[in-house]
Each structure stands twice: as structure tokens, then as C-alpha cells.
């Protein structure tokens, strides 16, 4: 039983290039969240999804992008990453929205 | 205001010290009360549960809220080097998500 699942790690990308941020949880979570995590700052909410088939913006939706593929994934999209976007990003996921969350190890990510 | 708030710390205690962590909030609806507990370069993991006003004990951990102030506290006593992480409090209503505090840092010196 992994619970939630983060790919990659750590990433470097250069000003304006994309990348696909990518999280699955196997506990049969209805609810799946991403967050940054910037020092000072705490957890800010980017999206989440509800349910399958429903995504919704949070605190700082702006410069992503998000797609709930399945009950099981949950892919966070940068389509021109800026300086700004340097941070850790962190999914997590729980039963329903008003329950406990599960977070995943985060992914570090660099912008040059 | 934010709707909560933590003092960020650096908190350094020695080891087998009482620590108290705090936490304050504006928002009189949460009902749920939770700390999560984060390891450097780690996720968060949920570390107490709490419901409504009142204690909750696990082990070294107890929980306190006092609703009436908009206070919660987290006790850790006979503190270990293990306890060193960053303490975020998770309050929320029946009906929403939950909110996570900044998170308070804290150290704990063998």
C-alpha cells in the first residue's frame, strides 16, 4: 500500500519550457489536492478535485493547470514555468473534501 | 487576518523539555482540529485529531482546544530529537476543506 505517489522528485527546467507534475494515490480517495509549499508562506492550495470529473481552483490557480485522469490521478500542468514557480509541490488526497488529508513526498522543482 | 495563524518559530528546546505549540484562528465555524507533523524534505503526515473544545492525549501528545479564545495547542512532553519537524495546525469546518496553518518549527537539542 504506497497511499500517495509523487513523480519525479526533482526537476529543473529552464524559464518558458513545460512539465507535467504527476500524483496517485491507491487508497480509493474521492478527493485529490495540489499544493506549494514556499518558505514563510506554508501550504498554499493550487487546485483540487472534488470528485473524479470535477477540478476546481484554489488560493494560487494561476501558470497551472490540471486534468483528474482517473479516481486515481491527479497531473498538475506548468505550461511556461517562470522563476516564480520554483517551490515544492505536494499532492495529497482524502476520502471525501471535508476529511482528513493524505500528502504525498512532494516534488522539488527549480526555475532557472 | 489571516484565518490562521502560528508563530513560525525557529523554537529550540533541549531534549526532555515540556514544548508548547500554538495556534490561533478567526473563523468561529471550525469544528475539527488537526496537527500534522513534517519531516525536513518530507510530506506532511496527520499526527492528532481533535473534536470540538476540549483535551486529547496520544502518548506524549496532547491536543487542547479552547474554542471560546480560537486557541488550539499542541503539548509534546519529555521531548526527543525525533520530535524536530515543523508542526502545522489543521483546522476545519463540517463543510469545507481544511485549512492549514504556516506551521511552527521546531528543534529539539540532544
Known amino acids: 500500500n504506497a497511499g500517495v505517489t509523487q513523480t519525479p522528485k526533482f526537476q529543473v527546467l529552464k524559464t518558458g519550457q513545460s512539465m507535467t507534475l504527476q500524483c496517485a494515490q491507491d487508497m480509493n480517495h474521492n478527493s485529490m489536492y495540489w499544493y506549494r509549499q514556499d518558505p514563510g508562506m506554508g501550504l498554499r492550495l493550487i487546485y483540487y478535485?472534488?470528485?473524479?470529473?470535477?477540478?476546481d481552483k484554489g488560493e494560487v490557480p494561476n501558470g497551472y493547470n490540471v486534468s483528474r485522469l482517473n479516481k486515481r490521478e491527479f497531473s498538475l500542468r506548468l505550461e511556461s514555468a517562470a522563476p516564480s514557480q520554483t517551490s515544492v509541490y505536494f499532492c495529497?488526497?482524502?476520502?471525501?473534501?471535508?476529511?482528513?488529508?493524505?500528502f504525498g513526498p512532494g516534488t522539488r522543482l527549480l526555475v532557472l | 487576518q489571516k484565518e490562521v495563524e502560528q508563530d513560525p518559530g525557529p523554537l529550540s528546546v533541549p531534549e526532555g523539555a515540556i514544548v508548547s505549540l500554538n495556534c490561533t484562528y478567526s473563523?468561529?465555524?471550525?469544528?475539527?482540529f488537526m496537527w500534522y507533523r513534517q519531516y525536513s524534505r518530507k510530506g506532511p503526515e496527520l499526527l492528532m485529531y481533535t473534536y470540538s473544545s476540549g483535551n486529547k492525549e496520544d502518548g506524549r501528545f496532547t491536543a487542547q482546544v479552547d474554542k471560546s479564545s480560537k486557541y488550539i495547542s499542541l503539548f509534546i512532553r519529555d521531548s526527543q530529537p525525533s520530535d524536530s519537524a515543523t508542526y502545522l495546525c489543521a483546522p476545519k469546518t463540517s463543510y469545507d476543506k481544511v485549512i492549514f496553518g504556516p506551521g511552527t518549527s521546531l528543534s529539539v537539542i540532544p
Open positions: 473563523n468561529s465555524a471550525f469544528q475539527y
Open positions: 478535485s472534488a470528485s473524479e470529473g470535477t477540478t
Open positions: 495529497a488526497s482524502s476520502p471525501g473534501l471535508q476529511e482528513t488529508q493524505y
